[in-house]
């Protein structure tokens, strides 16, 4: 839509923005069985290469079939690298200091 606009961006400039604007991003998909799962949860992490970085956080891991339905679990897969606004919204402290 940014491309619609008489703004003269590069597309690098725009997937920049995009990236800086979109802190987690939640994967769904329609599996085999006809239902839909979250299947990751990631955060972005810049741009490299032109191409906007994730950074997985959770993964769904399929463990099977059971009565026709895939069965799976959450599986940690990394850990959330930016938390700048969750300290500044009081919701997070930062590493090494006491609480208040």
């Not at 839509?1 to 997937?15: H, K």
């Amino acid at each position: 839509m940014v491309q619609f606009g008489n703004l003269p961006l590069s597309p690098e400039a725009v997937r920049s923005q995009i990236a800086s604007a979109i802190d987690i991003v939640v994967h769904l998909s329609r599996l085999r069985d006809r239902t839909r799962r979250v299947m990751e949860i990631a955060e972005t992490d810049g741009v490299s290469d032109g191409q906007v970085r994730l950074h997985t956080l959770y993964a769904f891991r399929e463990e099977g079939e059971e009565d026709g339905r895939i069965q799976g679990s959450w599986e940690k897969v990394g850990e959330l690298l930016n938390t700048e606004k969750l300290i500044a919204a009081g919701i997070r402290r930062e590493k090494g200091r006491p609480p208040p």
